[in-house]
Structures are given as structure tokens and as C-alpha cells.
């Protein structure tokens, strides 16, 4: 009876897993296609902006700085896969700031490159400190940098990706964006709240054969985390370390692979894995085997999450308990 139970469980899996190739989106070639990133000219989004040259597509860069912008475009143009045919725009705006300003932008690299097929919302800022040590105004200039940027870029194309019936957006959250996390009361918020976003975002297009990608990179090695690492406060980087460094290539091959699949969730590492499965809750899924992986394992998951809990707990109150010996 066990064994014929197991044989029929067996192939059910086998018949769920043949058919997640055919219910899942249809992944898209990025060569001749036209990639917008916000926050293109350092860190994370520099490094899909590179990605995506590999794989032949045209980029529009957005960022603040023009100086910045300009060093970037000439280190994506060397990673180009046909150098007569790609092209790498470069777009002065602060995407946080005004949204006819950052309509116009996007409007400039359409008319130039075309109708944009991937836009990966990169641009963001970190702030770590403890509650009661961040300015007021800190809380509400995360908001409009890591949430309102990317409401204004995503609004500003998704008009031209229904016309068209088609295209991927992308939104950069954080580990922290699913797990709050000592020190990151104003960041964490700010993150969170793009999974709303997302969510919601998702149901209303994907009719049209859009998907929206959720990305949550852990700690990465770019020049926001050396700024972030300058007011962290010891909890904090101590927790932080549990999960490693990753670097930004890694994190942005990941993402445009899963972009260009449908994913909605995109992760690196195990420990991505096992907090995407946690905290999958409504979020869309990407294939049936997606959906089986976190009906089976969400329980497991739980429990291994409250060793990682309780392992912050002792952290925080430790230096509780040192800082009180040095005082």
C-alpha cells in the first residue's frame, strides 16, 4: 500500500512538473529589445544594464548624476554583444523627485530605442540607524526614492507595454523588504511596500502579458552598501553578516534571467529560497512545481525560521547587555 501510494504521489509530480512548462509565461530574448533601468549608473542597476548588453539589448540608463552616467554607459558599451547594433542611452533625472520629469525621460528613450520590453526599477537609497536616531524627513525620503521612484517609472511605461501586449517590470526590494530587521525600521518599510505594489500591480496586467519580477538581493557589495555600512549600527551588521556577501553581477544575472521567465519572486542562495518560500503568502507563482515547492515546505520553513528569530534575539540582547557594562 506505501509503495503504491508512493508510485501514485511519484507521478503526480512527474505529470505537474511537464506541465509547468506549458502554463508557465513564455520566456522572452532580450537581443534587439530595449531595457530602461533607473539607478543605471552604479551598484545593482549598472550591473543588469551590463547583463543585458550581453545579451544584446539596446539600454537606457537613468540616474541623477551626469557625470556618474556617463562612466557607466562607457563601461556597459564594452560588454556589448554586437557593438553596430546596440545602442546605450544615458538620461539625467531624478526618478523620486517629479513625475512629468521622469514621463519625459522614458518618453526621450522610447522615441530614441523604441518601445521599452524590460524596465528594472533599481534606483534606491539605504538608511540604517535606530528608530528614535533617524530624522523624520529620512522616513519620507526613502519613501519617495525606493517606493515613489518606482511608482513614477512604472507609471510612466506601462501604457506602451499594454499597447504593445507585452513586457517585463522589474522592482528591487531587499531581504529586508520581507524579513524586518533591527536598524532598518525606515528602510524595511520603504521595501515592504513594494510587494504591495508588485502584487496588485501584477493582477492588472497580466492580461496583457506582462509580468512583474520582485527582487529581494541580500546584503550586496555596491557603493549604497559601503554608505549604509558607515551608520550601521552594530546589531544590525551582525545580523547582516549571518547571510554573507553577494556581488552585483550575481544578483543581476539572476534577475534578468527570472524576469525574462515570468518569475514573480527572484532570490539568490539558499537562504533567498528558503525566505521566498516563507513568505510567498497571495504572491503570484510562476509554474505549478512553484506553488507545490511552497505548500510542502512552508511548514518546514517556519520552523527553521524561528533558529534564525531567536539567533537575532541573542544578538540584539547582547549588546543590550554590552552597552549597558559600557555605560
Known amino acids: 500500500m506505501l509503495l503504491e501510494t508512493f508510485a501514485v504521489i511519484s507521478v503526480v509530480i512527474a505529470v505537474l512538473y511537464v506541465l509547468s512548462f506549458f502554463l508557465s509565461p513564455k520566456k522572452i530574448q532580450l537581443t534587439g529589445g530595449h531595457v530602461l533601468i533607473t539607478g543605471g549608473s552604479s551598484g545593482i542597476g549598472k550591473a543588469v544594464a551590463i547583463e543585458a548588453a550581453k545579451q544584446g539589448a539596446n539600454i537606457t540608463l537613468l540616474a541623477r548624476n551626469p557625470t556618474k552616467l556617463a562612466e557607466a554607459k562607457a563601461e556597459v558599451e564594452r560588454h556589448l554583444l554586437d557593438i553596430t547594433k546596440q545602442t546605450v542611452l544615458c538620461i539625467p533625472v531624478d526618478v523620486s523627485k517629479d513625475y512629468p520629469a521622469v514621463d519625459n525621460a522614458v518618453q526621450e528613450a522610447q522615441d530614441k530605442l523604441g518601445p521599452i520590453d524590460m524596465l528594472v526599477n533599481s534606483a534606491g537609497i539605504s538608511i540604517s540607524a535606530k528608530f528614535e536616531d533617524i530624522p523624520i524627513e529620512d522616513f519620507k525620503r526613502l519613501m519617495d526614492v525606493n517606493y515613489l521612484g518606482s511608482v513614477y517609472a512604472t507609471r510612466a511605461v506601462v501604457k506602451s ?167
Open 161 to 327: 507595454m499594454k499597447k504593445q501586449n507585452r513586457g517585463r517590470i522589474v522592482f528591487v526590494s531587499s531581504q529586508a523588504g520581507q524579513v524586518g530587521l533591527f536598524g532598518f525600521t525606515a528602510y524595511s518599510a520603504s521595501k515592504f511596500a513594494l510587494l504591495g505594489l508588485a502584487e496588485s500591480l501584477q493582477m492588472e496586467v497580466k492580461a496583457y502579458n506582462i509580468y512583474v519580477t520582485l527582487s529581494f538581493p541580500p546584503d550586496t557589495d555596491t557603493p549604497g552598501l559601503a554608505m549604509e555600512n558607515k551608520s550601521k549600527p552594530r546589531e544590525t551588521r551582525l545580523i547582516s553578516e549571518t547571510a554573507g556577501l553577494v556581488q552585483p553581477e550575481v544578483v543581476a544575472k539572476a534577475m534578468v534571467e527570472d524576469s525574462k521567465s515570468g518569475k514573480f519572486f527572484s532570490y539568490v542562495g539558499l537562504d533567498g529560497y528558503l525566505v521566498a518560500m516563507l513568505t510567498a503568502g497571495m504572491s503570484p507563482v510562476h509554474s505549478i512545481m512553484e506553488g507545490l515547492q511552497q505548500v510542502m515546505l512552508m511548514s518546514i520553513f517556519r520552523l527553521v525560521s524561528f533558529f534564525y528569530l531567536d539567533s537575532f534575539d541573542r544578538i540584539v540582547k547582547k549588546c543590550k547587555i554590552e552597552d549597558e557594562k559600557n555605560k
